[in-house]
């Protein structure tokens, strides 16, 4: 494959990436920010996620409708999300609609109101939201989970905050973070499609060119968490679903081992002809809901299996998962189950190259996490490289009986559990 990407760090630390993409027109851009709730203190909890709701709510230049209406007219879907690690913001739109496109997005990120009266509004909203998550319950059991895997760390923190936190995002408080981590030098702008790197460079010189690196951020830079083992049952008699999560450390982003680890996921539980699947649903008809995978930081990762069924089969999927974490440590994944790993994992690299927006947003992450680009080829190489001995060893690293950790929310019954019981 031809690499068609370049890349571009002016001096105040902006970075610009592009990858041509002959033949399309359309052109997929986004800005991206280097944070997200991971680089938060506990005080903010939830300011990142916040600030990429009340960017929407109007500029020096636009008003809220104004920002809407212009994107359906550009023919585009504006959207944004927060992560742990990332903020992202991207416009997809026909390749003669860059100018006013990147023009909207800039604008977006750069020049926000932040009104007190628009941040009440979108106060108000964001606890909806809270509320929302509340009654949904595999939501809240990721939440309670992850904040008793990650104790005292803001990996273990909600992306979208709580109650007391946002209530204190104000305009000094929001305006002055904004100021602090939307500076170039923690700004990604990337884009796919039908465009030519120089294109972006002019743009992105007339906006984001003479502005300083911006202040120092507040001193939050995230230490690497040491995540525990927790065991956690919460009683919801009201749910007529147990909802359940067996978890575990894994290779982080930016391990050696990721590529090992995802296969070794796909194995248990990343599709319809996963071991999981195949025993618990399709043999047992246990779950309608079941998968497993991994979750995975710049320097930590946790895998999890996910399931909901009724409260008096529990027992049996907490079993039968166990049993396939055991089988992955004691035996080394068949050949067959191996190839089959490596296939859908290749033909996912191989149909994302189809999207522009897929491409664009690989280019984002991969300058965030690894500083770098990674070609579809390495990635292929890499997926082609794992062997047996690979994933079994990860599984061995992985899976022990004291790093086991477990979650089950809902009617749960008589249901128990301790640690002789997660013994691998």
Request: glycine share 6%; charged share 25%; hydrophobic share 40%.
């Amino acid at each position: 494959m031809i690499d068609q990407v370049q890349t571009t760090r002016f001096p105040n630390g902006l970075t610009i990436m592009t990858e041509h993409m002959p033949g399309l027109r359309s052109v997929s851009l986004g800005i991206w920010v280097r944070r997200g709730s991971r680089h938060e203190a506990a005080a903010l909890n939830g300011i990142h996620h916040f600030i990429e709701h009340a960017l929407f709510k109007g500029t020096q230049r636009r008003s809220a409708h104004q920002i809407a209406s212009e994107s359906d007219r550009l023919g585009g879907h504006l959207d944004a999300y927060t992560a742990h690690e990332i903020t992202g913001f991207a416009i997809k739109m026909v390749d003669t609609a860059l100018v006013p496109a990147f023009d909207l997005l800039s604008d977006l990120i750069s020049n926000p109101r932040f009104e007190q009266d628009d941040l009440l509004r979108e106060q108000r909203v964001i606890i909806e939201e809270m509320k929302m998550i509340e009654d949904t319950p595999d939501e809240l059991l990721t939440e309670l989970f992850h904040a008793a895997y990650f104790p005292d760390h803001s990996l273990g923190r909600p992306i979208e905050g709580t109650a007391e936190t946002v209530a204190l995002f104000d305009h000094a408080t929001t305006t002055d973070f904004h100021a602090h981590n939307y500076s170039p030098r923690n700004l990604v702008i990337a884009a796919a499609g039908n465009i030519s790197h120089a294109q972006l460079i002019e743009l992105a010189a007339k906006t984001f060119g003479d502005s300083g690196n911006g202040a120092e951020p507040p001193a939050t830079v995230p230490f690497s968490p040491q995540p525990a083992a927790p065991i956690l049952i919460e009683r919801k008699e009201d749910l007529e679903q147990a909802h359940l999560i067996i978890a575990a450390p894994w290779p982080s982003a930016k391990s050696n081992d990721r590529y090992a680890a995802s296969m070794l996921g796909t194995v248990i539980g990343g599709g319809t002809s996963s071991r999981l699947w195949q025993a618990i649903r399709e043999e047992r008809g246990l779950a309608y809901s079941i998968g497993a995978g991994g979750n995975t930081f710049t320097d930590v990762g946790m895998f999890a299996i996910y399931a909901g069924t009724s409260p008096a089969n529990l027992d049996q999927v907490v079993d039968l998962s166990l049993k396939e974490l055991r089988r992955a440590v004691r035996e080394p994944i068949p050949d067959d189950e191996l190839q089959l790993a490596k296939e859908q994992a290749i033909a996912s690299v191989l149909l994302s190259l189809e999207s522009s927006s897929a491409r664009v947003g690989a280019l984002a992450r991969q300058e965030i996490i690894h500083q770098r680009r990674i070609p579809p080829d390495e990635i292929i190489r890499s997926i082609e490289k794992v062997t047996q001995e690979d994933m079994q060893r990860v599984a061995q690293d992985c899976f022990t009986t004291e790093e086991l950790a477990l979650g089950a929310l809902g009617k749960l019954n008589g249901f128990a559990v301790d640690r002789s019981r997660l013994e691998i």
